[in-house]
């Protein structure tokens, strides 16, 4: 009974229940609707996610999917399973606008955005494969700890340069009556878009993790050539504000450590001396080898050197181990095959901001 307003609202909250906390597709199968009612809706509507292409397993149980998307489009997402989480690192374009010289992605054409759909579809389908829905309609959906606890958005694309669409899929991520994910499991990527930092914060309140990779202008411009648009002080200030803008302990900031480029007893002094201030862990990224790659991985001594200079000025500093690499599954090697556009040198130029 009711208003029709509140009929309509109260209906749109079950068939959202249904579809994304109970995992059920079908219609028919959304008992607390009237049979009427379900058959009006299976006439006028389908539920499909993203169809998956290919799945591949990695020797260390990484899973990786090659998602097509509208238009025939691909995309990748990734499911890195750890002793104690199952994390998810989910895609939010095809290709990137940018150019980060040590990034496979980078190499590649912007083709389009992902909607909200395809990016919460992600996350769907790999519950799907995971088979760690909860049994429709039984009890409270809780089945303890998740196979998928946790979502990075790390795949392809710059987050950040497709806002909406990511806001609103992490809202149906951390949705109690969707997919019911902590906003503190959820960390948003970015190479430094900072007049979308404080949004960020305000908008969806996820974790923040950055790109920094470096520790002087000159060097972060060539690595991560959004630095010319906002350079290492501008990022800086937009991070100090954020954790109070969104209530969460700590910025991650990630160091992909290249072999002679930033990776001296220098560079970690740097970095600490950077960041002073800032509540942070930071995330050593022992660099991704791709084909036709410009940079080489550091010695492990070396980056265990520098991961010691982090250390010891008081930051967590862990050393990420490569996931998945059998499979061109690690950070940074995403790229999908079909998309054979590459930038040319005088679109890579023109991205950084040197014409
Ligand atoms: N566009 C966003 C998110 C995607 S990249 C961003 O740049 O933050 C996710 C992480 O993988 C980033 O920290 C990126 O710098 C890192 N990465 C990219 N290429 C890599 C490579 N070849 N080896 C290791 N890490 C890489
Ligand atoms: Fe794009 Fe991130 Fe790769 Fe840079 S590191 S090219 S921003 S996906």
Not at 221 to 231: D, F, S
Request: hydrophobic share 40%.
């Amino acid at each position: 009974a009711g208003t029709p307003e509140k009929q309509v609202r109260m209906r749109a909250n079950q068939i959202w229940q249904w579809v994304y906390f109970w995992g059920v597709r079908d219609f028919a199968d959304m008992t607390n609707l009237s049979k009427d009612y379900r058959a009006l809706l299976a006439d006028s509507f389908v539920i499909a996610l993203p169809e998956v292409i290919s799945r591949h397993v990695s020797a260390d149980g990484t899973r990786k999917y090659l998602v097509r998307i509208a238009g025939g489009h691909e995309v990748e997402t990734v499911y890195i399973p750890e002793e104690d989480r199952g994390t998810l690192c989910v895609s939010s374009q095809v290709g990137c606008t940018l150019t980060c010289s040590f990034c496979h992605t980078g190499t590649q054409k912007l083709v389009r955005n992902l909607t909200a759909a395809e990016i919460v579809g992600q996350i769907m389908l790999a519950r799907d494969d995971l088979g760690e829905w909860p049994e429709p309609g039984k009890g409270s959906g809780e089945t303890g700890p998740r196979l998928l606890s946790n979502i990075v958005l790390m795949g392809m694309g710059e987050p950040l340069y497709n806002f909406e669409a990511v806001r609103d899929a992490m809202k149906i991520a951390m949705d109690g009556e969707g997919i019911a994910l902590s906003r503190r499991r959820i960390t948003l990527s970015t190479s430094g878009v900072v007049p979308e930092i404080a949004r960020t914060a305000e908008e969806i309140g996820c974790m923040l993790a950055v790109s920094f990779h470096a520790t002087t202008d000159e060097v972060r411009n060539k690595l991560v050539p959004i630095n010319r648009r906002w350079n290492i002080a501008e990022l800086l200030d937009a991070l100090r504000a954020y954790p109070k803008l969104s209530n969460s302990e700590r910025i991650t900031f990630e160091y992909v450590i290249l072999k002679g480029v930033n990776d001296i007893d220098d560079d970690a002094r740097r970095l600490v001396n950077l960041i002073r201030g800032i509540p942070a862990k930071i995330n050593l990224i022992p660099f991704n080898e791709w084909p036709g790659a410009p940079y080489e991985r550091s010695d492990w001594a070396r980056i265990e050197a520098f991961a010691d200079i982090v250390h010891k000025a008081g930051y967590a500093s862990p050393i990420r181990t490569p996931r998945g690499e059998d499979i061109m599954a690690a950070c940074g090697q995403l790229k999908s095959a079909t998309e054979r556009a590459r930038k040319s040198r005088a679109e890579i130029a023109a991205e950084a901001g040197l014409s």
